[in-house]
Protein backbone atom coordinates (compact mmCIF):
# COMPACT_ATOMS: atom_id res chain seq x y z
CA UNK A 1 0.00 0.00 0.00
CA UNK A 2 2.83 2.80 1.00
CA UNK A 3 4.70 1.49 -2.25
CA UNK A 4 1.57 1.99 -4.00
CA UNK A 5 0.87 5.77 -2.88
CA UNK A 6 4.62 6.21 -3.45
CA UNK A 7 3.99 5.88 -6.57
CA UNK A 8 0.57 7.62 -7.14
CA UNK A 9 2.94 11.03 -5.43
CA UNK A 10 5.35 9.99 -8.52
CA UNK A 11 3.04 10.29 -11.06
CA UNK A 12 1.30 13.50 -9.85
CA UNK A 13 4.62 15.04 -9.19
CA UNK A 14 6.03 13.95 -12.69
CA UNK A 15 2.58 15.39 -13.98
CA UNK A 16 3.08 18.78 -12.33
CA UNK A 17 6.40 19.13 -13.55
CA UNK A 18 5.34 18.24 -17.08
CA UNK A 19 2.55 21.16 -17.18
CA UNK A 20 5.13 23.35 -15.57
CA UNK A 21 7.72 22.78 -17.95
CA UNK A 22 4.87 23.55 -20.93
CA UNK A 23 3.72 27.04 -19.58
CA UNK A 24 7.47 28.54 -19.48
CA UNK A 25 7.66 31.16 -21.31
CA UNK A 26 10.86 29.73 -23.59
CA UNK A 27 8.55 27.05 -25.34
CA UNK A 28 9.11 26.73 -29.00
CA UNK A 29 5.63 25.49 -30.05
CA UNK A 30 5.49 28.71 -31.55
CA UNK A 31 8.40 27.58 -34.22
CA UNK A 32 6.34 24.96 -36.07
CA UNK A 33 4.20 27.86 -37.07
CA UNK A 34 6.79 30.49 -38.39
CA UNK A 35 6.90 29.76 -42.64
CA UNK A 36 9.54 27.45 -43.54
CA UNK A 37 12.79 28.33 -45.76
CA UNK A 38 11.45 26.30 -48.38
CA UNK A 39 8.51 28.88 -48.96
CA UNK A 40 11.11 31.36 -50.41
CA UNK A 41 12.01 31.73 -53.89
CA UNK A 42 14.63 29.21 -55.14
CA UNK A 43 16.96 32.00 -55.56
CA UNK A 44 17.99 31.82 -51.34
CA UNK A 45 20.72 29.80 -50.62
CA UNK A 46 23.06 29.12 -47.72
CA UNK A 47 25.11 32.31 -46.49
CA UNK A 48 26.50 30.79 -43.19
CA UNK A 49 26.45 32.24 -39.88
CA UNK A 50 26.88 36.36 -39.45
CA UNK A 51 27.26 37.83 -36.43
CA UNK A 52 26.67 34.81 -33.91
CA UNK A 53 22.85 35.04 -34.73
CA UNK A 54 22.74 31.42 -36.45
CA UNK A 55 22.64 30.45 -39.98
CA UNK A 56 21.27 32.67 -42.86
CA UNK A 57 19.61 32.63 -46.56
CA UNK A 58 20.16 35.47 -49.16
CA UNK A 59 20.06 35.36 -52.49
CA UNK A 60 21.80 37.73 -55.08
CA UNK A 61 24.17 39.75 -55.11
CA UNK A 62 25.32 42.09 -53.53
CA UNK A 63 24.30 40.91 -49.94
CA UNK A 64 24.26 44.73 -48.41
CA UNK A 65 21.18 46.60 -49.38
CA UNK A 66 21.45 49.48 -51.86
CA UNK A 67 21.16 52.73 -50.63
CA UNK A 68 18.94 55.39 -51.51
CA UNK A 69 22.09 57.92 -51.74
CA UNK A 70 22.56 61.08 -49.53
CA UNK A 71 20.90 63.82 -51.72
CA UNK A 72 17.95 64.28 -49.21
CA UNK A 73 17.41 64.10 -45.47
CA UNK A 74 15.06 64.02 -43.41
CA UNK A 75 11.17 64.94 -44.34
CA UNK A 76 11.89 66.14 -47.54
CA UNK A 77 13.71 62.69 -48.04
CA UNK A 78 9.65 60.96 -47.83
CA UNK A 79 8.45 63.28 -51.11
CA UNK A 80 11.33 62.55 -53.29
CA UNK A 81 10.49 58.60 -51.94
CA UNK A 82 7.07 59.17 -53.02
CA UNK A 83 7.52 60.18 -56.42
CA UNK A 84 9.57 56.60 -57.16
CA UNK A 85 7.86 53.91 -55.68
CA UNK A 86 10.02 50.45 -55.55
CA UNK A 87 8.77 47.14 -57.13
CA UNK A 88 8.36 44.13 -55.45
CA UNK A 89 12.14 43.10 -56.87
CA UNK A 90 13.64 46.84 -55.20
CA UNK A 91 11.60 45.82 -52.08
CA UNK A 92 13.34 42.24 -51.71
CA UNK A 93 16.67 43.54 -52.19
CA UNK A 94 19.49 42.91 -50.04
CA UNK A 95 16.56 40.61 -47.59
CA UNK A 96 18.02 37.93 -45.55
CA UNK A 97 16.40 35.42 -43.51
CA UNK A 98 17.40 33.58 -39.96
CA UNK A 99 16.72 29.98 -39.84
CA UNK A 100 16.26 27.66 -37.21
CA UNK A 101 15.03 23.82 -38.29
CA UNK A 102 14.14 24.34 -41.59
CA UNK A 103 11.83 27.46 -40.38
CA UNK A 104 12.31 31.18 -40.72
CA UNK A 105 13.10 32.62 -37.44
CA UNK A 106 14.24 36.70 -38.64
CA UNK A 107 14.45 38.68 -41.47
CA UNK A 108 16.97 41.23 -42.21
CA UNK A 109 18.81 43.23 -44.01
CA UNK A 110 23.01 43.74 -44.04
CA UNK A 111 23.76 47.49 -44.34
CA UNK A 112 27.51 48.79 -44.72
CA UNK A 113 28.77 50.73 -41.82
CA UNK A 114 30.71 53.21 -44.69
CA UNK A 115 26.90 54.23 -46.19
CA UNK A 116 25.70 54.84 -42.30
CA UNK A 117 28.35 57.04 -41.91
CA UNK A 118 28.34 59.10 -45.10
CA UNK A 119 24.76 59.79 -44.12
CA UNK A 120 22.72 57.61 -47.10
CA UNK A 121 19.06 56.64 -46.24
CA UNK A 122 17.44 53.63 -46.86
CA UNK A 123 13.21 52.97 -47.59
CA UNK A 124 11.32 49.97 -48.86
CA UNK A 125 12.81 47.37 -46.50
CA UNK A 126 9.87 44.59 -46.65
CA UNK A 127 9.44 42.23 -43.96
CA UNK A 128 6.69 40.53 -45.68
CA UNK A 129 7.84 38.78 -48.84
CA UNK A 130 6.24 36.05 -47.09
CA UNK A 131 3.50 36.11 -44.38
CA UNK A 132 5.62 36.73 -41.29
CA UNK A 133 4.23 37.17 -37.92
CA UNK A 134 4.61 40.00 -35.54
CA UNK A 135 8.21 40.56 -35.02
CA UNK A 136 9.51 41.04 -31.34
CA UNK A 137 12.27 42.52 -31.44
CA UNK A 138 15.55 43.94 -33.14
CA UNK A 139 18.89 43.40 -32.86
CA UNK A 140 21.89 45.52 -34.69
CA UNK A 141 25.06 44.33 -34.84
CA UNK A 142 28.40 44.91 -35.77
CA UNK A 143 30.06 42.43 -38.41
CA UNK A 144 33.75 43.47 -38.71
CA UNK A 145 34.79 43.18 -42.16
CA UNK A 146 38.54 42.41 -43.71
CA UNK A 147 39.15 46.29 -43.04
CA UNK A 148 37.48 49.17 -41.61
CA UNK A 149 36.22 49.88 -45.29
CA UNK A 150 34.10 46.44 -45.24
CA UNK A 151 32.61 46.74 -41.70
CA UNK A 152 28.60 46.07 -41.94
CA UNK A 153 25.88 46.36 -39.94
CA UNK A 154 23.19 42.97 -39.63
CA UNK A 155 19.88 44.41 -38.73
CA UNK A 156 17.49 42.02 -37.84
CA UNK A 157 13.49 40.93 -36.58
CA UNK A 158 13.26 38.29 -34.48
CA UNK A 159 9.45 36.38 -34.77
CA UNK A 160 10.40 34.53 -31.89
CA UNK A 161 10.63 36.37 -28.04
CA UNK A 162 13.40 36.03 -25.79
CA UNK A 163 12.12 33.11 -23.02
CA UNK A 164 11.89 35.57 -20.34
CA UNK A 165 9.53 38.13 -23.12
CA UNK A 166 6.75 36.32 -24.31
CA UNK A 167 3.77 38.92 -25.40
CA UNK A 168 0.61 37.86 -27.14
CA UNK A 169 1.18 40.11 -30.80
CA UNK A 170 -1.69 40.98 -33.42
CA UNK A 171 -2.42 40.02 -36.97
CA UNK A 172 -1.78 41.55 -40.09
CA UNK A 173 -4.21 44.58 -40.76
CA UNK A 174 -5.05 44.33 -37.14
CA UNK A 175 -4.08 48.43 -36.02
CA UNK A 176 -4.26 49.25 -32.08
CA UNK A 177 -6.27 52.44 -31.26
CA UNK A 178 -3.71 55.09 -30.04
CA UNK A 179 -5.47 55.00 -26.34
CA UNK A 180 -3.25 51.61 -25.67
CA UNK A 181 -0.53 53.59 -25.13
CA UNK A 182 0.45 53.85 -21.74
CA UNK A 183 -0.28 57.23 -19.88
CA UNK A 184 3.72 58.45 -19.94
CA UNK A 185 3.34 58.84 -23.94
CA UNK A 186 2.49 62.02 -24.96
CA UNK A 187 2.64 63.86 -28.48
CA UNK A 188 5.72 65.64 -30.28
CA UNK A 189 4.51 68.71 -30.49
CA UNK A 190 5.43 71.19 -34.03
CA UNK A 191 3.89 74.14 -35.31
CA UNK A 192 5.47 73.74 -38.47
CA UNK A 193 2.09 71.23 -38.91
CA UNK A 194 -1.25 70.87 -38.55
CA UNK A 195 -2.51 69.29 -35.19
CA UNK A 196 1.53 68.09 -35.20
CA UNK A 197 0.57 65.31 -37.66
CA UNK A 198 3.78 65.03 -40.17
CA UNK A 199 3.07 64.78 -43.87
CA UNK A 200 3.96 61.15 -45.30
CA UNK A 201 4.77 60.16 -41.92
CA UNK A 202 1.98 60.19 -39.05
CA UNK A 203 1.75 61.57 -35.53
CA UNK A 204 4.68 60.98 -33.05
CA UNK A 205 3.85 60.03 -29.61
CA UNK A 206 6.71 58.89 -26.87
CA UNK A 207 7.54 59.22 -23.26
CA UNK A 208 9.68 62.44 -22.87
CA UNK A 209 11.36 60.72 -19.51
CA UNK A 210 13.40 58.72 -21.27
CA UNK A 211 16.40 59.64 -24.51
CA UNK A 212 15.27 60.52 -27.22
CA UNK A 213 17.99 57.76 -28.77
CA UNK A 214 18.06 54.36 -28.40
CA UNK A 215 21.65 54.13 -26.83
CA UNK A 216 23.52 50.07 -27.11
CA UNK A 217 22.94 49.60 -23.47
CA UNK A 218 19.47 51.67 -23.27
CA UNK A 219 17.17 49.27 -21.49
CA UNK A 220 13.18 48.49 -22.05
CA UNK A 221 11.05 51.12 -23.55
CA UNK A 222 14.06 53.32 -23.13
CA UNK A 223 13.36 56.01 -26.04
CA UNK A 224 10.98 54.16 -27.57
CA UNK A 225 8.32 55.99 -30.25
CA UNK A 226 5.06 54.98 -31.67
CA UNK A 227 2.91 56.37 -35.02
CA UNK A 228 -0.38 57.27 -35.05
CA UNK A 229 -2.37 58.71 -37.74
CA UNK A 230 -6.62 58.54 -37.71
CA UNK A 231 -6.52 57.42 -34.26
CA UNK A 232 -4.52 54.27 -34.99
CA UNK A 233 -1.08 53.35 -34.12
CA UNK A 234 0.74 52.90 -38.10
CA UNK A 235 4.37 52.36 -37.31
CA UNK A 236 7.21 51.32 -33.97
CA UNK A 237 10.20 53.97 -34.50
CA UNK A 238 13.35 54.10 -32.74
CA UNK A 239 16.03 57.03 -32.66
CA UNK A 240 19.61 55.97 -33.39
CA UNK A 241 22.97 58.38 -33.11
CA UNK A 242 25.30 58.76 -36.33
CA UNK A 243 27.87 58.86 -34.17
CA UNK A 244 27.31 55.39 -32.75
CA UNK A 245 27.03 53.18 -35.87
CA UNK A 246 31.04 55.19 -36.49
CA UNK A 247 31.88 54.22 -33.02
CA UNK A 248 30.92 50.68 -34.18
CA UNK A 249 28.49 50.41 -31.61
CA UNK A 250 25.76 47.38 -31.54
CA UNK A 251 22.07 46.93 -29.92
CA UNK A 252 21.69 43.39 -28.13
CA UNK A 253 18.20 43.93 -27.59
CA UNK A 254 15.58 46.44 -28.73
CA UNK A 255 11.90 45.87 -27.86
CA UNK A 256 8.77 45.83 -30.02
CA UNK A 257 6.70 43.95 -28.01
CA UNK A 258 5.62 45.87 -24.58
CA UNK A 259 2.18 46.85 -26.59
CA UNK A 260 1.07 44.42 -28.95
CA UNK A 261 1.48 45.52 -32.75
CA UNK A 262 0.98 43.71 -36.13
CA UNK A 263 3.59 42.27 -38.48
CA UNK A 264 6.05 45.17 -39.87
CA UNK A 265 5.08 45.65 -43.79
CA UNK A 266 8.05 47.89 -44.30
CA UNK A 267 10.84 49.89 -43.06
CA UNK A 268 12.64 53.16 -43.51
CA UNK A 269 15.85 53.90 -42.07
CA UNK A 270 16.01 57.91 -42.79
CA UNK A 271 19.20 60.09 -41.85
CA UNK A 272 18.52 63.39 -40.74
CA UNK A 273 21.27 65.98 -40.75
CA UNK A 274 22.63 67.49 -37.36
CA UNK A 275 20.52 70.75 -36.03
CA UNK A 276 23.89 72.08 -35.15
CA UNK A 277 26.97 71.41 -37.29
CA UNK A 278 29.28 70.25 -34.36
CA UNK A 279 26.71 67.74 -33.47
CA UNK A 280 25.89 64.00 -34.76
CA UNK A 281 23.49 63.16 -37.16
CA UNK A 282 20.62 60.77 -36.32
CA UNK A 283 18.74 57.71 -37.99
CA UNK A 284 15.63 57.95 -37.88
CA UNK A 285 14.17 53.76 -37.72
CA UNK A 286 10.23 54.19 -38.91
CA UNK A 287 8.99 50.14 -38.72
CA UNK A 288 5.17 50.81 -39.94
CA UNK A 289 1.87 48.34 -40.35
CA UNK A 290 0.85 49.79 -43.43
CA UNK A 291 2.10 49.80 -47.22
CA UNK A 292 4.31 52.16 -47.75
CA UNK A 293 2.65 53.42 -50.54
CA UNK A 294 -0.42 54.67 -48.41
CA UNK A 295 1.52 56.68 -46.12
CA UNK A 296 3.94 58.46 -48.67
CA UNK A 297 0.75 59.64 -50.21
CA UNK A 298 -0.46 61.48 -46.89
CA UNK A 299 0.02 65.51 -47.44
CA UNK A 300 -2.28 65.68 -44.32
CA UNK A 301 -4.33 63.51 -41.47
CA UNK A 302 -6.18 60.91 -43.35
CA UNK A 303 -10.02 60.93 -41.94
CA UNK A 304 -9.71 56.89 -41.18
CA UNK A 305 -8.18 53.64 -41.16
Same mark, same amino acid.
Given at each position: ???????????????????????????????????????????????????????????????????????????? *??? *??????????????????????????? *???????????????????????????? *???????????????????????????????????????????????????????????????????????????????????????????????????????????????????????????????????????????????????????????????????????????
Amino acid at each position: MKDRRLWVVFILLGAWVGIVAGQQPGDRSALRSLPRITDLPSSYHPIGKLADRGEFYATGTPLHRIDDGDAHHGLP *ATA *AWATKPKDKKAQTQGAIYGVEDGRITS *AGYVIRQADLVAGKSFHGLTLRELEFPS *AHYLTIDLIKGATEGSNQYLWLWHFLPQPDRVRPMLRAGELQSVTSLPRTFAVLRNDAYANDFYPRMGRHHRDFSTPANRLPGGKGDDSLWYGEAAGKLIFIEYIFSQQEFAAGASWSYVPLNSVPIPPIDNVHILHYNPARPEAPGTFTTHMYFIPEATYLAWEKEPPGL
